[in-house]
């Protein structure tokens, strides 16, 4: 099983559209969290950490259920830049960062 | 600005050659990782090191070694080089306990 898993997409959405991605983790002692970018042949950036309480950047906006092993990141009002795969991270606690595979998002005109 | 320098962008080499895979950063952190990304499977952890001269494996180090000799360098090293070690690999840094990985731009390797 995965350490972490995401949906692939892609994700196909108009400009100006609202759109969220969805991420699980299977270890429960997990300690941190968080939603990396990564461009088209680039190497991966982060975005965002996500937090218990949930945490907002602008028009990214990320969630975390430990109970149920979650974690989100809603993009609203989506521009054409947002184009990107966004890979969903878990820390150990111990120095091991986990990667989902990613998810494709497509902004279309 | 942060910077983790791979030393190549492309490289093709041949099956059974020996790779040298080199990663320097600037930022004095005390980790640093290997990975490899492969379409459909994301990054995965080959090895990582949180000190000179320390290093651990990660979740697929078969048929890779890691050197930290100095702080600011950390070497993967394919003792023989096979088709299926074909991928992107990229090198991260961080400090301890810090959130953040600062990538490399990454080395695409081709083993014909």
């Known amino acids: 099983r995965k350490e972490v898993e995401q949906d692939p997409g892609p994700f196909n959405v108009p400009e100006g559209a609202t759109v969220a991605f969805n991420c699980t983790y299977s270890?429960?002692?997990?300690?941190?969290f968080f939603w990396y970018r990564q461009d088209c042949r680039k190497e991966p950036k982060l975005l965002m950490s996500?937090?218990?309480s949930g945490n907002e950047d602008g028009r990214f906006t990320a969630q975390l259920n430990r109970a149920s092993q979650y974690i989100s990141l809603l993009i609203r009002d989506s521009k054409l830049s947002d184009s990107a795969t966004y890979l969903c991270?878990?820390?150990?606690?111990?120095?091991?960062?986990?990667f989902g595979s990613g998810t494709k998002l497509n902004v279309k005109p | 600005d942060v910077k983790v320098t791979q030393s190549s962008r492309y490289l093709v080499k041949r099956t059974g050659e020996k790779v040298f895979l080199e990663c320097v950063q600037d930022m004095d952190h005390e980790n640093m990782f290997w990975y490899r990304q492969d379409p459909g499977l994301g990054l995965r952890l080959i090895y990582f090191?949180?000190?000179?001269?320390?290093?651990e494996k990660g979740d697929i180090p078969e048929g890779y070694s890691v050197s930290r000799e100095k702080k600011e360098r950390f070497s993967l090293i394919l003792e023989s080089a096979s088709t299926n070690q074909t991928s992107m690999y990229l090198c991260a840094s961080s400090f301890q306990g810090a959130e953040k990985l600062f990538f490399g731009s990454g080395t695409q390797l081709s083993v014909l």
């Open positions: 991270v878990v820390n150990d606690g111990f120095n091991k960062f986990y």
């Open positions: 996500v937090y218990s």
């Open positions: 270890n429960s002692a997990s300690q941190s």
């Open positions: 090191s949180y000190d000179v001269k320390m290093k």
